[in-house]
């Protein structure tokens, strides 16, 4: 199968491409919120570069949050588009689980912890087993780095730090007594790729939101003030 990776989730904007003959590739379009600008024309050039066009494509898969609200509705909306007009169908990932299959294709193994940066002093997080396959243990939830720290460095048990959330918090993160940190930034566009072949379709993409946009916060602070 020709399949697409959208990943729009995070302040990078990423896609990953893999042929039918198995050629796979994947880019860093853009890693300061410009999702809209660089989004289409690298997708434009990407197929170009492969001498495939959009109706060439058998599936797009796209990371449907958490993350950030206008960077998830641009890679949705854009993944619908060309479902849409070329007919390819759909499967949806969450960016928590890309970058646990992620660090799982890098040969991490253990109990990871994977954290989405969701500003506002807050991180979007999953916990996750990962031995010969990923296993989710939690739920996707939102917490303050700082609860999360506590948590792991009370219990004691071995823990694996990864996300860009991590990285934001990393002086915090980094001095758990137990923890080791994965350096993932970008949720894996390899991984989307592998998870976007097996995975069923689906009709349409609901994002994961797991909030209300910032916007929405402030306004909703200002008006009760």
Same mark, same amino acid.
């Given at each position: 199968?020709?399949?697409? #990776?959208? %990943?729009?989730?995070? &302040? ?20 300061? =919120? ?15 570069? +492969? ?12 990371? =449907?949050?958490?993350?950030?609200? /206008? ?6 909306? +854009? ?5 849409? !007009?070329? !007919? ?18 890098? !040969? /991490? ?11 506002? !002093? ?12 990923? /296993? ?8 303050? &780095? ?15 730090? +990864?996300?860009?959330?991590?990285? =934001? ?5 980094? #001095? $758990?007594?137990?923890?080791?940190? %994965?350096?993932?930034?970008? &949720? ?27 916007? $929405?916060?402030?306004? +909703? ?5």
């Amino acid at each position: 199968m020709n399949i697409l #990776a959208i %990943e729009t989730a995070t &302040p990078a904007c990423a896609i990953g491409l893999r042929t039918n003959d198995g050629f796979e590739l994947g880019w860093v379009l853009d890693e300061d =919120r410009h999702h809209t600008e660089v989004l289409s024309a690298g997708i434009a050039r990407v197929l170009a570069e +492969t001498n495939l066009r959009a109706r060439d494509l058998d599936r797009v898969v796209v990371d =449907r949050g958490p993350g950030l609200f /206008t960077g998830l509705r641009v890679g949705l909306a +854009t993944a619908l588009g060309l479902s849409e !007009g070329t !007919g390819c169908s759909l499967v949806a990932v969450s960016s928590l689980e890309l970058l646990a299959h992620g660090a799982h294709l890098g !040969g /991490t193994r253990g109990t990871l912890v994977c954290c989405v940066d969701g500003r506002r !002093g807050e991180v979007f997080l999953q916990n996750f087993r990962l031995d010969d396959d990923v /296993t989710a243990l939690t739920a996707a939830s939102v917490a303050t &780095p700082r609860s999360v720290v506590i948590e792991w460095a009370t219990n004691g048990a071995p823990v694996i730090f +990864t996300g860009d959330g991590v990285e =934001r918090y990393l002086r915090d993160f980094a #001095a $758990v007594p137990n923890a080791t940190v %994965e350096h993932q930034v970008v &949720p894996s566009v390899a991984a989307a790729l592998l998870l976007g072949a097996t995975r069923d379709t689906v009709a349409q993409v609901d994002p994961m939101y797991l909030r209300e946009a910032d916007a $929405v916060a402030n306004f +909703t602070t200002r008006q009760r003030s």
